[in-house]
T-cell receptor, first 110, second 115 residues
Framework: GQNIDQPTEMTATEGAIVQINCTYQ??????LFWYQQHAGEAPTFLSY????GLEEKGRFSSFLSRSKGYSYLLLKELQMKDSASYLC???????????FGRGTSLIVHP | DAGVTQSPTHLIKTRGQQVTLRCSPK?????VSWYQQALGQGPQFIFQ???????QRGNFPDRFSGHQFPNYSSELNVNALLLGDSALYLC??????????????FGDGTRLSIL
């Protein structure tokens, strides 16, 4: 089964750093996706972690601990355009299909 | 290079009717997945098609069915529509290379409203 937990909403100031946490309980786990979704738009791929550790990609970094069932997305130098929903999605099984949580709505204010 | 395209963008139906949604995958992709996203929720996996066959299915009733064509495009059919079927329906495509995972690319979705 799947159980994904992430905060419903977070607020932060432009230029700051924010960390969005995600815990999961996934049978047959093989990796974890993070997607960004602006209101009324399609989700867009941010990162995919397979191994433990931190992967950095520009202003965004994603961390995974397989043993703890824990991941976080770190957003640096926040911009107003980063206001969006951030979806944590562990994948499992041979087809690597992600299972999405409810998402964290991030509001960036001036 | 066209991304994932879905049609129609919006659709209004009444209870009991049937609907067909369409999806063309991103160029070079051979796998199509369908998701249902209710307001304020994350996308929920309906099923995935590869080589014209349903290879995995989520927790959705048989009223939800699909098809994949030789050109990799796909259709989602929903019969006997219920009010609760009102949602954004997202199509996502990817390319399966052996056991390696590839990120899914999403279309803009079809907003389905049931009256």
């Amino acid at each position: 089964g799947q159980n994904i937990d992430q905060p419903t909403e977070m607020t932060a100031t432009e230029g700051a750093i924010v960390q969005i946490n995600c815990t999961y309980q996934t049978s047959g786990f093989n990796g974890l996706f993070w997607y960004q979704q602006h209101a009324g738009e399609a989700p867009t791929f941010l990162s995919y972690n397979v191994l433990d550790g931190l992967e950095e990609k520009g202003r965004f970094s994603s961390f995974l601990s397989r043993s703890k069932g824990y991941s976080y997305l770190l957003l640096k130098e926040l911009q107003m355009k980063d206001s969006a929903s951030y979806l944590c999605a562990p994948s499992s099984g041979g087809s690597y299909i992600p299972t999405f949580g409810r998402g964290t709505s991030l509001i960036v204010h001036p | 290079d066209a991304g994932v395209t879905q049609s129609p963008t919006h659709l209004i139906k009444t209870r009991g009717q049937q609907v067909t949604l369409r999806c063309s995958p991103k160029s070079g992709h051979d796998t199509v997945s369908w998701y249902q996203q209710a307001l304020g929720q994350g996308p929920q996996f309906i099923f995935q098609y590869y080589e014209e066959e349903e290879r995995q299915r989520g927790n959705f009733p048989d009223r939800f069915s699909g098809h994949q064509f030789p050109n990799y495009s796909s259709e989602l059919n929903v019969n006997a529509l219920l009010l609760g079927d009102s949602a954004l329906y997202l199509c996502a495509s990817s390319f399966q290379t052996g056991g390696n995972n590839q990120p899914q690319h999403f279309g803009d979705g079809t907003r389905l409203s049931i009256l």
